[in-house]
């Protein structure tokens, strides 16, 4: 008998065959949308690290969040951008702090097409950078930093939140933030728990979106890039703790970690394909040096395929619309 006996390029030969026997499908419903809303901005203020990606105003917020919705796309994550900043973050937990008051924007706008989600975090906040309070040392106080998110999610659920997104790392955080919530007649609120975030280099051009005040790193509570079986553990215990879905980030230096963790819990899992990742797709393409739209939906698609149910991406809105046409 000759060769080949097995021909799987047959199942390779034309655009419409490939569609047919594809594995791994990327749809709108699936991604969700990071947006930045700053405070004192008068108009969209452009990040020169993530081009295409602006810093909002309450006004363009709104907007944005209409086109996505309408491409669409599963969700919207909301960052906020104080105008002042101070050691405990106080704005995060001010019902008229700039996050809270972008949540009743966006759900009052679309609110009943997507899931608003917004993040639970002290680092846009503080004059300091961490995500937590620190101690007389410089330290960040874990147990006091839940108390703190337990407010801050309370605030962001009487603002109409969907879903928070704690991201701090701290230990405990998600028991918490889900204690607060049921006990202030929150518990309808979901909980994203950013499971298993490292102490990633790609981070970078996010810590200008934010203006971060951060000197220093953040190696005592994210997680060693050189873990796997930690991250499995921080996944069971946020699911022991109340998370609804736990996430990991970033995505594309971390994809087996997203594929173990998928294997470990039995809720959904997302992945946060971080500002690094984007800048690094944008920055090749405006070079001529790869295709951006392949390498987009390349990136996308290797996402879903080490398990995530959704992915975080800054290219939400533009991939919705073009998987819509």
Excluded at 130 to 144: E, I, R
Excluded at 299 to 323: D, K, N
Aim: proline share 5%; glycine share 8%.
């Amino acid at each position: 008998m000759g060769y080949p006996t097995e021909r799987p390029r047959r199942l390779r030969r034309t655009p419409a065959m490939r569609r047919l026997v594809a594995e791994t499908t990327v749809e709108p419903r699936e991604l969700v949308l990071p947006l930045f809303v700053r405070e004192d901005a008068a108009e969209p203020q452009p990040i020169a690290s993530m081009p295409g990606v602006v810093q909002h105003n309450r006004d363009s917020l709104r907007k944005v969040a209409v086109e996505a919705t309408t491409a669409g796309v599963g969700g919207l994550m909301l960052f906020g951008i104080p105008a002042h900043k101070d050691a405990t973050g106080s704005g995060a937990v001010d019902p008229d702090g700039i996050l809270n008051q972008a949540i009743r924007d966006v759900v009052a706008e679309v609110g009943g097409d997507t899931v608003v989600m917004a993040d639970l975090c002290l680092d846009e906040f503080t004059d300091h950078g961490h995500c937590g309070v620190l101690t007389p040392d410089g330290s960040v106080d874990n147990d006091a930093t839940l108390r703190i998110y337990a407010e801050m999610a309370v605030a962001q659920a009487e603002a109409g939140v969907h879903t928070v997104g704690p991201s701090g790392m701290m230990d405990g955080q998600v028991g918490a933030i889900r204690e607060g919530l049921d006990r202030a007649g929150f518990a309808d609120v979901a909980i994203l728990a950013y499971a298993a975030k490292y102490a990633s280099a790609f981070f970078g051009p996010f810590r200008e979106a934010v203006d971060s005040s951060l000197r220093g790193d953040r190696k005592t509570y994210q997680q060693d890039p050189a873990n796997a079986l930690e991250a499995l553990r921080e996944a069971r215990l946020d699911v022991e703790e109340g998370a609804d879905v736990v996430m990991v980030k970033p995505a594309l230096g971390y994809l087996d970690i997203l594929a173990a963790v998928r294997d470990t819990v039995d809720v959904p899992v997302a992945a946060y394909n971080v500002s690094g990742e984007y800048s690094m797709v944008e920055a090749a393409a405006a070079a001529g040096w790869i295709n951006r739209e392949a390498a987009i939906m390349e990136t996308l698609t290797s996402i879903r395929r080490a398990g995530a149910s959704f992915i975080l991406t800054y290219w939400a809105t533009e991939v919705a619309q073009s998987l819509g046409r």
